[in-house]
């Protein structure tokens, strides 16, 4: 293993610490960089077993982190490595792009709020927490990134080296196609709201969400808004292929990404606003949990188009090599 593996290594693992670290000690007790009259403080069982939860999904990347640098990872079955990383994809990549942007735009005087989307009139976590604990999050992602790249290189680089132009015509493709299309159809529907959203439009939108937006908000729904965009281009470039000389890596890079962040972000936001939902005027409504439904679907399908993608290529390149092996078993 390189040295630049074992640097990205301890970066990732060590980069689960602070995170962790806060969590445990909710978990025990502690009130560290919880301010008074949080909603924290009210959350019972209910939030004991969220820390909990999520301290897991962050142990997750230690173990990610170990299967992408050590030799028994490469034996690894595909799905069980691959569907953890596109998940964890999903729920860092929106914190990496919203995050610093959130930060600049305060340093150029704009409103302030709760980074990432966290909005609330009550106060929720002292400020330094997400400066550490999405400072975490940004190193976890690039770690992980660059780690996932280089084992994709070494066991796959085959499947997604190329043009689109070299792509071969299979029985497959008008399935494709049309997957293809019903995902970047769905997308509109969270791609128009999250541009009402992001334009200053309050339709569908929680009283009490409504009523609390700043600048975090709208740079958070303008995020949203870029990935859906990504995840139709990408899907749409995979599957019509109009522009032959464009390398397959970025079609491929824009349908994992764009498809992470749907799924798996508009889930865990979906999740979180019925945890956290008390009061009538914080509830979801209709409006936004469809919005994170058709979200999700949208994500689902271009990440199984993807699956099928691979699946076909990897079989179409497996047929020469066994053949290659019977030609040279004939005496």
């Not at 999740?271 to 914080?282: K, P, Q, R, S, T």
């Amino acid at each position: 293993m390189g040295r630049a593996r074992s640097v990205l290594r301890v970066a990732a693992i060590a980069s689960c610490l602070p995170y962790v670290g806060l969590k445990t000690a909710w978990m025990a007790g502690s009130r560290i960089g919880i301010p008074d009259n949080s909603p924290l403080l009210d959350g019972g069982t209910a939030l004991a077993v969220a820390n909990g939860a999520t301290v897991l999904m962050d142990g997750a990347v230690v173990v990610l982190a170990l299967l992408l640098t050590r030799p028994w990872g490469l034996r690894v079955p595909a799905w069980l490595l691959v569907l953890p990383m596109w998940v964890a994809s999903g729920l860092l990549l929106p914190v990496m792009t919203a995050f610093p942007v959130q930060l600049a735009v305060r340093i150029l005087g704009g409103g302030g709020g709760r980074p990432v989307g966290e909005g609330s009139s009550e106060p929720f976590l002292d400020p330094w927490v997400f400066g550490v604990v999405y400072g975490g999050f940004i190193v976890q992602g690039l770690a992980l990134g660059s780690l996932f790249a280089l084992y994709a290189r070494e066991r796959w680089g085959d499947l997604w080296r190329g043009r689109l132009r070299d792509l071969p015509e299979s029985p497959t493709v008008p399935a494709l196609r049309a997957t293809a299309v019903a995902a970047a159809s769905a997308a509109l529907v969270p791609g128009v709201t999250h541009l009402l959203w992001a334009t200053g439009s309050t339709a569908g939108l929680e009283p009490a969400r409504a009523a609390d937006r700043t600048s975090d908000f709208y740079v958070l729904e303008a995020v949203s808004l870029l990935f859906v965009v990504v995840t139709a281009v990408g899907v749409l470039l995979l599957a019509f292929r109009r522009t032959g000389g464009l390398s397959l890596r970025l079609p491929l890079g824009l349908a994992w990404c764009g498809s992470a962040q749907m799924a798996c972000w508009g889930g865990w936001m979906s999740l979180a606003g019925l945890m956290g939902a008390g009061e009538a005027a914080d509830r979801p409504t209709a409006a936004t949990m469809v919005t994170y439904a058709v979200q999700m679907l949208a994500g689902a399908l271009v990440v199984t188009l993807g699956a099928y993608f691979f699946a076909e290529r990897a079989a179409a390149r497996s047929v020469p090599a066994r053949d290659a092996r019977h030609e040279s078993r004939r005496p």
